[in-house]
């Protein structure tokens, strides 16, 4: 009889990790790691939180790595603020320390972004800085304005790459090239930035011929926030009906 009780209740114990492992997670990592974190992380425990609108969010975890009072610590004054998170609805994370996508944190930062509401706004910033293009130093200055969503930014500036050509007669000459840009960027981190990556393409708008650039003339740029203020940027400008190409790498301040 003993024995029987037993089997019934790895039976049941089974059935119930089965019947938690069938959800359908959201953080769901390729087959070959996924099976390595089932090997060596296997689910052991489960917390659910539930919302007003009987919606629920389900955590699945191995009890040696986290422990539920942990988990509810961290995740409580998120779940708070998650008022978009959707009616009648059960959504799944598997959470393991091992893997960047099923951090504990990574989770909390995509429940912030999914379900906490997020209010768009309109951002304009004056950005300045400094290029090496072409064998010449461009200090270039702008403005710009963008749209900012939850998950990334649209925007478009127009900038000024000043180039400075050899004195003649001791006479400073300036070339200023105004280019129009348009820019998306995004932040994968972050869940009230978008400001880490952006790529962009610009469009020469001067008529006239400058020593750096001449007829049509079009650039790519790839910029990375290395600081709250500091950007790194490199890319390449097409020239001359794109026949004559310079690669481009500069400093951004905003």
Request: glycine share 4%; hydrophobic share 40%; charged share 25%.
């Given at each position: 009889?003993k024995?029987?009780i037993?089997?019934?209740?790895m039976?049941?114990?089974?059935?119930?990790?089965?019947?938690?492992l069938a959800q359908?997670?959201?953080?769901?990592?390729?087959?070959?790691?996924?099976?390595?974190?089932?090997?060596?992380?296997?689910?052991?425990?489960?917390?659910?939180?539930e919302?007003p609108?009987?919606?629920?969010?389900?955590?699945?975890?191995?009890?040696d790595?986290?422990?539920?009072?942990?988990i509810?610590?961290?995740?409580?004054?998120?779940?708070?603020?998650?008022?978009?998170?959707?009616?009648?609805?059960?959504?799944?994370?598997?959470?393991?320390?091992?893997?960047?996508?099923?951090?504990?944190d990574?989770?909390?930062?995509?429940?912030?972004k999914?379900?906490?509401?997020?209010?768009?706004?309109l951002e304009?910033?004056?950005?300045?800085?400094?290029?090496?293009?072409?064998g010449?130093?461009?200090?270039?200055?702008?403005?710009?304005?963008?749209?900012?969503?939850?998950?990334?930014?649209?925007?478009?500036?127009?900038?000024?790459?000043?180039?400075?050509?050899?004195?003649i007669?001791?006479?400073?000459?300036?070339?200023?090239?105004?280019?129009?840009?348009?820019?998306?960027?995004?932040e994968?981190?972050?869940?009230?930035s978008?400001?880490?990556?952006?790529?962009?393409?610009?469009?020469?708008?001067?008529?006239?011929?400058s020593?750096?650039?001449?007829?049509?003339?079009v650039?790519?740029?790839?910029?990375?926030?290395?600081?709250?203020?500091?950007?790194?940027q490199?890319?390449?400008v097409?020239?001359?009906?794109?026949?004559?190409f310079?690669?481009?790498?500069?400093?951004?301040?905003?």
């Amino acid at each position: 009889m003993k024995r029987l009780i037993q089997l019934s209740l790895m039976v049941l114990l089974c059935a119930i990790q089965n019947e938690i492992l069938a959800q359908e997670v959201e953080n769901q990592l390729p087959k070959n790691t996924q099976e390595w974190m089932d090997e060596d992380w296997p689910v052991t425990d489960s917390l659910a939180f539930e919302f007003p609108n009987q919606g629920k969010l389900l955590l699945l975890f191995n009890s040696d790595e986290n422990s539920a009072a942990d988990i509810t610590l961290k995740f409580k004054p998120i779940l708070k603020k998650a008022t978009e998170f959707p009616e009648f609805k059960t959504i799944t994370y598997r959470l393991a320390e091992a893997f960047p996508e099923t951090r504990l944190d990574r989770v909390i930062l995509d429940v912030e972004k999914n379900y906490v509401p997020y209010v768009d706004r309109l951002e304009m910033t004056f950005p300045v800085g400094l290029d090496y293009m072409g064998g010449y130093f461009t200090p270039e200055v702008g403005f710009r304005a963008k749209i900012s969503w939850r998950k990334l930014d649209l925007g478009a500036s127009i900038t000024n790459s000043v180039y400075f050509p050899e004195r003649i007669e001791n006479k400073v000459v300036v070339n200023n090239n105004w280019f129009l840009n348009a820019e998306l960027s995004w932040e994968k981190n972050n869940a009230k930035s978008n400001n880490k990556n952006m790529i962009g393409i610009g469009y020469l708008l001067n008529d006239q011929k400058s020593q750096l650039f001449d007829q049509t003339t079009v650039k790519a740029f790839y910029r990375r926030q290395v600081s709250q203020v500091i950007s790194i940027q490199v890319g390449m400008v097409g020239t001359n009906n794109l026949n004559t190409f310079y690669p481009t790498i500069g400093v951004r301040f905003w």
